[in-house]
């Protein structure tokens, strides 16, 4: 039984509480916040577990062996430090730092320790993406030749970050996990459209190599929801719709079929080929709790999670890349 204490009552603090109480492999021991309206609102419905406003009475408590941080990201790092230091085990709501420094920072002081560090990235643990990995690992969509992700919807505005920062990690870790490629280089664009100067519209291209480029759309203005990636192969192609209530995972067998006249090698002939659509079986679960029960394990048995802290400097690399670019007007960054 692991015994974890979480820091941060606020949007995703409480959901994670939920897990983490329900889950068979974890004791909820700790909830604490700054805020003791959103501490005394939170902690009424787990009457177990000790509350504090002081994060450091969290990772000094002799009941925790694990700290979950939910907290703004400005607060990620010095949260994070300090419960590994003193020997706890960490799990870091997204994007896991505010700098890659910082990111570096935290892994090197993981692995120095023997703690694990993870990052809350729960679109890996999605039935959908699980399904989605498999067909492609089992080299179902061929080569992969283009991805394009939307992430859109009417709010909700951050206050400490922009629109990248708060959408992107999602799709950055799912495109990160399912290709397994390195980011090249990327270029973005952002504008605001409030007097914050925090930009509200993005877009995002990153250069996977050997001709794979993904696109990002992400957007706090959007009068329609939209979670929608489409994973372009040279067999099939995916479409991951995540609001879709049944078919989240669709598979079509369409696309192009390209071959080369023997007699005039420089006559490229292009059919088009149109087959079936099939809606995979995906598992039904939590993804939260999948998620949870995976941290547990990950420390019951000292293994590396899915979403380690190598990940979550990955998609804190990108971003940081993506808000360079965008101050200097779309320029291409090398990574």
Not at 4 to 31: D, H, K, Q
């Given at each position: 039984?692991?015994?974890?204490?979480?820091?941060?009552?606020?949007?995703?603090?409480?959901?994670?509480?939920?897990?983490?109480?329900?889950?068979?492999?974890?004791?909820?021991?700790?909830?604490?916040d700054t805020n003791v309206e959103h501490l005394a609102r939170v902690a009424a419905q787990y009457p177990a577990a000790e509350t504090s406003a002081e994060p450091e009475a969290v990772w000094g408590s002799d009941r925790v062996d694990a700290v979950a941080i939910a907290t703004p990201v400005k607060t990620?790092?010095?949260l994070a430090?300090?419960?590994?230091?003193?020997?706890?085990?960490?799990?870091?709501?997204?994007?896991?730092?505010?700098?890659v420094s910082e990111s570096e920072a935290l892994v090197r002081l993981a692995e120095a320790n023997g703690r694990v560090l993870m990052v809350d990235h729960t679109y890996l643990y999605m039935g959908a993406v699980v399904k989605i990995k498999e067909l492609v690992d089992a080299g179902e969509l061929g080569e992969i030749y283009y991805i394009d992700s939307v992430r859109i919807n009417l709010g909700l505005f951050q206050h400490d970050v922009n629109v990248v920062w708060d959408l992107a990690p999602h799709d950055l870790a799912l495109?990160?996990?399912?290709?397994?490629?390195?980011?090249?280089?990327?270029?973005?664009?952002?504008?605001?459209?409030?007097?914050?100067?925090?930009e509200d519209v993005a877009y995002l291209s990153l250069d996977l190599g050997e001709d794979l480029i993904a696109n990002f759309?992400?957007?706090?203005?959007?009068?329609?929801?939209?979670?929608?990636?489409?994973?372009?192969?040279?067999?099939?192609?995916?479409?991951?719709?995540?609001?879709?209530?049944?078919?989240k995972v669709r598979v079509y067998d369409r696309g192009i079929e390209v071959s080369r006249d023997a007699e005039a090698v420089r006559s490229v002939m292009i059919g088009y080929r149109t087959g079936d659509i099939w809606v995979p079986k995906v598992e039904a679960s939590e993804?939260?709790?999948?998620?949870?029960?995976?941290?547990?394990?990950?420390?019951?048995k000292g293994k590396r999670p899915l979403s380690d802290g190598q990940a979550g400097l990955r998609a804190v690399?990108?971003?940081?890349?993506?808000?360079r670019s965008i101050r200097a007007q779309g320029e291409r960054v090398v990574l």
């Open positions: 039984m692991v015994r974890v204490g979480v820091i941060g009552c606020g949007y995703w603090g409480p959901n994670l509480i939920r897990n983490f109480s329900a889950c068979p492999s974890t004791s909820l021991e700790m909830i604490c990620h790092y010095d430090r300090a419960a590994l230091e003193a020997g706890k085990h960490v799990l870091i709501e997204k994007p896991m730092t505010r700098t495109v990160d996990h399912v290709t397994g490629r390195e980011v090249r280089s990327l270029a973005a664009m952002g504008s605001s459209h409030t007097d914050r100067g925090i759309h992400f957007n706090w203005l959007s009068p329609v929801k939209i979670r929608r990636i489409i994973f372009g192969g040279s067999k099939k192609s995916i479409i991951f719709d995540d609001l879709s209530p049944d078919e993804p939260l709790q999948t998620m949870v029960r995976h941290f547990a394990d990950c420390v019951e690399r990108i971003l940081e890349a993506a808000q």
